[in-house]
């Protein structure tokens, strides 16, 4: 398991929390996601066989949030 942390710009309401978080729920390998709302951060668990940061950072950039940094643990 590899965790990973996207940095964003400023989220502007609650209501983009469920909108990551599902959208991310939804791609491969990807075993659990904290919105943190408030840090404008999302921290991710996924199996790094099926996915990389680099793509879960593609999904949120697709969904219009922007992706300021990427921190791999």
Same mark, same amino acid.
Request: proline share 4%.
């Given at each position: ?25 939804? +791609? ?5 996601? #904290? ?5 404008? $951060?999302?921290? &991710? ?9 680099? +793509? ?5 950039? #697709? ?5 300021? $940094?990427?921190? &791999?643990?």
């Amino acid at each position: 398991m590899q965790k990973v942390t996207l940095k964003l710009g400023e989220l502007s309401c609650p209501s983009c929390m469920s909108k990551i978080q599902k959208a991310m729920l939804q +791609q491969p390998g990807v075993h659990h996601v #904290d919105v943190l709302f408030n840090a404008s $951060k999302v921290k &991710v668990e996924f199996d790094a066989t099926q996915n990389t940061p680099e +793509q879960l950072a593609q999904v949120i950039a #697709d969904l219009g949030y922007q992706v300021e $940094k990427i921190i &791999v643990k």
